[in-house]
C-alpha cells in the first residue's frame, strides 16, 4: 500500500475517520463509548485542539478538530487510540467470563505471523484525514457525522443517537461533551 504525505494547513479543519481493527463492533458497549468521549475530552484540555463536532459508531469514529499546530493531528489521534486501546483491552481481559468479552477479544488478536510486541489491536494503524477548506465543507462534515447513525440504522432521527455533537448544536445540551465555537 502506497504512503501518501499529508498536508496539514494551519488554520484549517481536520475531519478525521479511524476504525477498530477488522471493523470489531467494540462500541456498541456504552462503557467503551463513555471511555472513548472521556479520553477525547481530556485529550482536547491537554492538547489544546478545539474539537468542533464528532461521532462514535460501532466500529468507527470521525472527528472535526482544529488542531494546533497544524500538524498536531497524528499526535492527537496517536494518543486518542493508544489511551483507548489501553483501557478497552484491560476491561475485556478482566471480564473473560462474559462471552461477548471473550468474542471480542478473538477478534482483535493479532495472526501469528505478526511479529509485534502486542498480541491484539484495537485500532487499524491509519487514520483518514481530510482538511476542510471551506464554511460550506465544515457544515457538510458535520452533517455527515450527525446522519451517520441514522444511515446506519441505529436510530430514526440524529437527535437519538446522544454519542455525537448532534445535541450541542440542536439542543445546546453539552451533558456528554461541549463543542468548541468557530471565531
Avoid at 13 to 40: D, H, K, M, N, W
Avoid at 56 to 77: G, N, Q, Y
Wanted: proline share 7%.
Amino acid at each position: 500500500m502506497p504512503f501518501y504525505k499529508r498536508h496539514y494547513s494551519p488554520g484549517q479543519l481536520q475531519f478525521v475517520t479511524a476504525s477498530t481493527y477488522r471493523r470489531a463492533p467494540l462500541f456498541i458497549s456504552e462503557r467503551f463509548r463513555r471511555g472513548f468521549v472521556e479520553t477525547l475530552a481530556r485529550l482536547r484540555q491537554e492538547m489544546g485542539f478545539l474539537l468542533i463536532g464528532w461521532v462514535v459508531m460501532p466500529e468507527h469514529f470521525h472527528l472535526l478538530l482544529k488542531p494546533e499546530p497544524a500538524d498536531a493531528t497524528s499526535r492527537i489521534i496517536k494518543r486518542l487510540k493508544e489511551q483507548t486501546a489501553t483501557r478497552i483491552l484491560r476491561i475485556l481481559r478482566e471480564h473473560q467470563q462474559y462471552p461477548w468479552c471473550r468474542m471480542m477479544l478473538a477478534r482483535l488478536r493479532l495472526p501469528p505471523t505478526v511479529h509485534d510486541e502486542s498480541h491484539y489491536r484495537v485500532w487499524q494503524r491509519r487514520f483518514f484525514p481530510f482538511n476542510v477548506y471551506s464554511e460550506r465543507k465544515r457544515l457538510e462534515k458535520l452533517d455527515y457525522m450527525h446522519n451517520n447513525p441514522v444511515k446506519r440504522g441505529l436510530v430514526k432521527e440524529p437527535g437519538d443517537w446522544p454519542w455525537s455533537s448532534w445535541r450541542f448544536y440542536f439542543r445546546q445540551d453539552a451533558s456528554i461533551l461541549e463543542m468548541d465555537r468557530l471565531g
